[in-house]
């Protein structure tokens, strides 16, 4: 006669059942796939993307839960968790996975490598467009972007940016120097201590921008706000200009954090990276 006894976890994963004989009292352990995903958001993600890989699943639950947990969740307009490892899974936006250009959903062009690791440009035409639009989108004084590099070189290259030269709105590793230039009119620097992590940067008034990297504090600067451009965000480039060849794992457009959640978000992401084996 032979009992199972399983445990279960509460999100997407693997368990281990065991069978127990009563008369001998051996046991048999068995490796189970079990697929919980417990947040309408992250199912309805899943679902578009058609992801059916369990540690992919589990990753993306568990990253939604505690984003809603910090209290961030609303925050973002936009993010791109780029999991799946194909240009269909990688277009979609997690806060609003419709595949329309309404919702975000990044248009691939040029050469770009996807794959587990997310998306590599090719450093000559490889972008996306997020057809995202500040003027229309985001708030002239409360504003954030940020993404997740792979890759520490020091290529004249843009990571995220609309192109604009009179209303900036990008964030970058450009040799050694780090412009997150926020609704602005001029650029403004910092050194970037190279390109490999995530780099968030929020404008959080008219007269400021804060700049955080792995969670850390950087930098204040006092630069004045200006009206957001017309033109669409893209990621890889500077519009059409400064293609990178770096691998990005995420990216996220949205309202200003604080340091505070700033630094949650950081946690939240890079757990997420950890669970896929992709984390710098």
Do not use: C
């Amino acid at each position: 006669d032979i009992s199972w006894l399983t445990l279960l976890p509460l999100t997407s994963g693997y368990v281990y059942a065991v069978a127990i004989d009563s008369v001998s009292g051996d046991k048999t352990w068995a490796k189970v796939a079990f697929d919980v995903t417990g947040d309408a958001d992250a199912s309805a993600f899943i679902s578009a993307a058609s992801i059916t890989d369990i540690t992919q699943k589990a990753a993306i639950t568990a990253l939604v839960v505690q984003l809603k947990a910090d209290l961030i969740w609303t925050k973002f307009h936009a993010i791109y968790p780029l999991v799946g490892g194909t240009a269909f899974s990688h277009k979609f936006n997690l806060i609003n996975p419709l595949d329309t250009d309404a919702a975000f959903r990044l248009t691939f062009s040029g050469g770009v490598t996807h794959n587990a690791n997310g998306i590599t440009g090719n450093g000559t035409n490889g972008t996306a467009s997020t057809f995202y639009q500040p003027s229309t989108s985001a708030t002239q004084n409360s504003a954030s972007l940020s993404f997740y590099s792979r890759t520490n070189n020091t290529s004249l290259a843009a990571d995220m940016d609309t192109g604009s030269t009179s209303n900036r709105f990008g964030n970058y590793v450009y040799s050694t120097d780090w412009y997150a230039n926020i609704n602005q009119a001029s650029p403004t620097s910092s050194v970037a201590g190279g390109s490999l992590g995530m780099f968030e940067a929020s404008r959080v008034s008219s007269a400021q921008i804060r700049k955080r990297k792995n969670g850390v504090f950087i930098v204040a600067e006092a630069v004045a706000s200006n009206a957001p451009t017309s033109n669409i965000l893209s990621l890889m480039s500077f519009g059409a200009s400064l293609y990178s060849n770096r691998n990005y794992a995420f990216f996220s457009v949205g309202t200003q954090l604080s340091d505070t959640e700033s630094t949650n978000f950081y946690n939240a992401v890079q757990a997420f990276q950890t669970s896929l084996s992709r984390n710098v």
